[in-house]
């Protein structure tokens, strides 16, 4: 089931880059080569990714364990976000560090879940829809186990398709927003390269794990921006996550800072254009920073290969 997949993660995460260049149309004409540009590398390195061969079925006896982490970090982040009002980025920062250190062996699911409970409380939804959507994710990661491996963003990619899912297939609707975050670009693109590089160096470089890694990183994001008084301090927070999950992809994926750097540029302009599309849904952030560190990886594969053409 491989091909199923993969297909979810492609299609969910041009559905928000593909609309978010079309709509650049409207009022940002000149970016539209630029968003067009970063769409055609994400599409490459797809194609690269695409899986070879139909796998064969494999034991599904692991799904059930699967599933129940994946609901039960969307159970803890959608209360801790809610209920007791700690917010998103907070509450998804502190089950994914709960999950490090007491189910490590599960940590990526329950990160994972956690992405489907930061999902904003103005969403029209009930607690049926948080559980449903939680189950569609727990699916969707036992699907996709053997694709787009070490691509940082994967897991919210994951809790992204949920929420799209059970938005079209229910009376969940998702906000229609109209944000601008335009005037303060450089210091969304400063803070998504930033953090994208300091989240890749605690998991890579110290060794300390992608899920730690993010949930540190995001977790400081959250409560020191607005402690200190920063200005945007709530959209800079979701910057900051955002681009941690860049910086979790592998060393393998990911060989170095400056390919952390190019896809943390990558996902700071993304965040800006995209910031009036699927408000409110858990995992959108990480979609940004997956097709990010997709596109990146895609458009240094043709840039070099346009090279050796050349020579």
Known sequence: MRWLGFSILVLM??????QTAVSSLESENFMVPFLSIIVVGFVWEAFRQFPARQSVAKDVKGYPIVLIAVVVGTLLAYFANIYLGLGAIIAAS????????VVKEYAVEVYCGAFVGMVSPDVLHDFGHI???GAIAGTVFFLTRDVFKG???????IAFSSWILVSTSSRCRLLDVLVEFRHFGISIMLFSIGAAVLTYSLSIRLKNGPVFASSLVSLLGGLLLP????ENAAVMAAVVMAASFVGMSSGEKLKSEASVLFSGLIMGIMFIYSANHFGGAGGKLGTLAFGSVVSSRGLVSLGKMMIRKRD
């Open 227 to 230: 402690a200190f008084g920063a």
């Open 94 to 101: 502190l089950v994914g560090l709960v999950g490090a250190a």
């Open 131 to 133: 559980v449903i959507a």
């Open 151 to 157: 691509y940082g963003g994967k897991l919210g990619t």
């Open 13 to 18: 995460t041009l559905l928000l880059f593909v």
